[in-house]
């Protein structure tokens, strides 16, 4: 049994910052890949930003304004937004791919976190 605990959402007026944590927990062997998804109302979930083994990704929409880090001691993925926007609005889950202790892979997801930008 793996699981994802998300953190850090809140309320935030546009221009302003927030760090989002996701802690993974349980029988771990290894992480594969770490990433941030959202999904705004009536939207479809849209990638965010990942980080495998010494690279990371990001949509073309938070690039230059959200940073994506690891820390594999903690098994925690973060992600620093800056400079948000009204539309940066959205419910933002946490992904991994988890090779557990038993030698099976699974993709797990967290409960999700909400960032509401203001104008």
């Known amino acids: 049994q793996v699981q994802l605990v998300e953190s850090g959402g809140g309320l935030v007026q546009a221009g302003g910052s927030l760090r989002l944590s996701c802690a993974a927990s349980g029988s771990i062997f290894s992480i594969n890949f770490m990433g941030w998804y959202r999904q705004a109302p009536g939207k479809q979930r849209e990638f965010v930003a990942a980080v495998t083994s010494g690279s990371a990704d990001y949509a073309d929409s938070v690039k230059g304004r959200f940073t994506i880090s690891r820390d594999n001691v903690k098994n925690t993925v973060y992600l620093q937004l800056n400079s948000l926007k009204p539309e940066d609005t959205a419910v933002y889950y946490c992904?991994?791919?988890?090779?557990?202790?038993?030698?099976?892979?699974?993709?797990?997801w967290g409960q999700g976190t909400q960032v509401t930008v203001s104008s």
């Open positions: 992904n991994a791919v988890i090779t557990t202790n038993q030698a099976m892979s699974r993709k797990v």
